[in-house]
């Protein structure tokens, strides 16, 4: 018999929907693919040949479980340099994608009685291990009317004593809002009279803004030692399928996070951490060049879909996402997603994917090619002019 807590687990749609869209390609249907979440890129070759050279000198035995030393080093350095903040390489841990970053942190804070607010619509994952650790899922509502940033005076109504942990996701999955300095500055503002909240800081697509300049919450006063920065490499340099993460946590709580590695990872793949220095500290021109793409298909989808009677779509400010309104066509998130996909062959996913404030919406991931999404616009167009 099956844990009474398997009912809680949640799970990450995607990737049903993506074995739904290659089934009907099986069957010789033609798919538009718009619901993974990942670069359509390749891994930059000097990245790829640092972990060439490591398994070629033998590193494929286990590793220290936080990680390599100088790996870790390479990542605290990138982590200062890029937060404006001076931290400490042991506190750094790396992790088989970014992942385990989330998952360690709830399973170290969580637990009935306690609450955990979390951005809704937000990444499945979050409300998932909330529920799955019986700890309580306080959705923190994200604004369609102001690019989905966080809603504050909602937030405000949320925090108390039993708040443990608060996770923020800058720029975000599956809206592409970021939250900026002001924003930041108000959150900071109203945890200050509650000493025991931690915050998840997800700043897995801090690379992948198209304005300003990344604000990590971890750069305002006293914030560092309350916060776990959660990174790595699966958006900002294509490599999805290495699995590779890492997460910068409290001095207190690091001890505690290697103790769940031991017991789940015991370390990352030892020479695929050879690609992270390589990716950190090697040329980033390919980054800069896979971001100037996705801002020209952003706009490209952006403009696509509000020419499209019935769609609304916010302009994103990051990551590679829309999550346009879709309530004016009369139809569910789902049975968008469910009748676009079976009839007219698109896959996307329903905003309800990403929790209940998700109703009205679809997400579309743009990281697919400027024709690819030429293509998908016009099948949506005849999808939604027939419904
Ligand atoms: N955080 C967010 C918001 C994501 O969208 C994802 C992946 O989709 C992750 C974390 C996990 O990244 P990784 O593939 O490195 O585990």
């Not at 040949?49 to 350095?77: D, F, L, W």
């Not at 900071?188 to 800081?201: G, Q, W």
């Not at 062959?345 to 998700?358: D, E, H, M, N, R």
Request: aromatic share 8%; proline share 6%.
């Amino acid at each position: 018999m099956l844990a009474t807590r398997m009912n809680n687990l949640g799970t990450e749609t995607a990737f049903e929907v993506f074995a739904k869209a290659k089934a009907l390609e099986a069957q010789g249907k033609d798919v538009v693919h718009l619901e993974i979440g990942e670069p359509d890129f390749e891994t930059p070759s000097h990245i790829i040949k640092a972990c060439q050279n490591a398994i070629q000198n033998n590193m494929t035995h286990y590793v220290p479980t936080p990680g390599i030393q100088e790996v870790r080093e390479s990542i605290a350095n990138n982590i200062s340099t890029t937060r404006n903040i001076k931290v400490d390489w042991q506190n750094v841990i790396v992790t088989p994608g970014a992942k385990p970053i989330m998952f360690f942190t709830i399973l170290a804070l969580a637990e009935p009685g306690i609450e955990i607010i979390y951005p809704n619509p937000g990444f499945p994952i979050y409300e998932s291990m909330i529920n799955f650790c019986q700890a309580t899922a306080i959705p923190m509502k994200l604004d369609p009317n102001n690019g989905y940033h966080p809603d504050l005076d909602d937030l405000a109504t949320k925090i108390n004593d039993k708040t443990r942990l608060i996770i923020l996701n800058s720029p975000g999955n599956p809206t592409g809002g970021v939250i900026n300095q002001t924003d930041l500055k108000k959150i900071v503002e109203l945890i200050e009279k509650y000493p025991n909240i931690y915050i998840l800081s997800d700043e897995i697509y801090k690379d992948i803004l198209y304005q300003d300049k990344h604000i990590s919450i971890t750069s305002f006063k006293n914030m560092l030692e309350k916060t776990i920065i959660l990174d790595g490499l699966s958006k900002s340099y294509a490599m999805t399928g290495w699995r590779l993460g890492y997460g910068l946590f409290p001095q207190e709580l690091t001890p505690h996070i290697i103790k769940l590695a031991v017991n789940s990872v015991s370390c990352a793949t030892a020479f695929a951490q050879a690609a992270i220095p390589a990716a950190l500290e090697g040329p980033q021109d390919e980054l800069i060049s896979m971001k100037k793409e996705f801002q020209t298909r952003r706009d490209l989808i952006v403009k696509g879909l509000n020419n499209i009677p019935g769609i609304y779509c916010p302009t994103p400010e990051g990551a590679f996402y829309a999550f346009p309104n879709i309530s004016k066509t009369g139809l569910t998130s789902q049975e968008f997603e469910q009748n676009l996909l079976n009839k007219y062959g698109v896959a996307l996913l329903s905003g309800t994917s990403f929790g209940k404030y998700g109703e009205g919406f679809i997400r579309i991931s743009y990281a697919n090619s400027q024709d690819n999404i030429n293509q998908a616009l016009e099948r949506i167009a005849d999808f939604v002019k027939q419904i």
